[in-house]
């Protein structure tokens, strides 16, 4: 078929060999076949499903090998890491991308080049290769990679608070705090929580936030808003809103 790889060998039996070995990788992971580049492994791990990236490196010397397995290993953590399955000096090929295929890998090459076959095949199998010429540059993008597939910290900061000073009832709406902004802004639609000397009696959002009887979307410090929060039914004088928010910070790896 077009586009099919094929090998040019002198020995009959080692070209059944070599047939017989590709079908039966081939017949493994026909079942499952996908691509396993590194952002799909990166949701992988995201997703729980599973927590280290397989690595296949090939490099110019042992040296080199041997240095950036090192320099990868020591970015594992409790939570994410890199599994070196293979390693070896020499170009990539296709074996390779078979290997990494059959294993779920990202192959990365450094100081080496990539066979076309193996570039072909690497394609059609959804296999992602990486090459670099400074281990560092390696190292830096793998480190990002592995942050990403941390699951980032939830941070709350506060954006305002209003104290209950009566309440009255709309019709169709329901009650509402007659408040005045005592800290930061009151926003429509932002989380809120409601306290009672000193304890949190509900949680909600913002769902009406009126000034002089006009909707607004916001109410600063030092001003008088009405309010009302999903879930509040009635309010108490001395009652505490405040509107929060809860951001997504990207995590570091902590490596010992």
């Known amino acids: 078929q077009a586009a099919d790889l094929f090998a040019v060998v002198d020995d009959e039996k080692e070209l059944k060999r070599i047939s017989s070995e590709r079908q039966r990788i081939r017949r493994e992971i026909s079942h499952k076949k996908m691509a396993f580049s590194l952002d799909h492994m990166s949701s992988l791990i995201k997703d729980g499903a599973v927590n280290t990236l397989p690595m296949v490196i090939k490099g110019d010397v ?6 950036l397995a090192e320099s990868l290993e020591k970015l594992n953590t409790s939570e994410v890491g890199i599994k070196v399955i293979h390693k070896a000096v020499g170009m990539v090929t296709e074996s390779d991308v078979l290997l990494a295929e059959a294993s779920k890998a990202v192959i990365i090459g450094f100081h080496v080049q990539v066979s076309s076959n193996a570039r ?6 959804g296999v992602d290769i990486r090459t670099y010429n400074v281990i560092y540059q390696a190292v830096e993008e793998l480190t990002l990679a592995l942050e990403g597939m941390l699951e980032p910290d939830k941070v709350e900061s506060s954006i305002g608070k209003a104290e209950v000073l009566t309440q009255f009832k709309i019709p169709k709406i329901g009650f ?3 408040c005045k902004v005592t800290e930061g802004l009151i926003i429509r639609n932002g989380k809120a929580r409601v306290s009672r000397d000193g304890e949190i009696i509900a949680e909600g959002l913002i769902n009406s936030l009126k000034r002089h009887k006009d909707d607004s979307k916001e109410v600063k410090e030092g001003l008088e808003c009405g309010i009302g929060v999903d879930g509040i039914k009635k309010f108490q004088e001395g009652d505490i809103i405040e509107v929060y928010e809860i951001r997504e910070v990207k995590r570091k790896l902590e490596l010992n």
Do not use: H, K, N
Not at 62 to 67: C, H, I, P, R
């Open 120 to 125: 072909l095949q690497a394609q059609q199998a």
């Open 62 to 67: 042992d040296g080199s090998v041997e240095a």
């Open 176 to 178: 509402i705090a007659g």
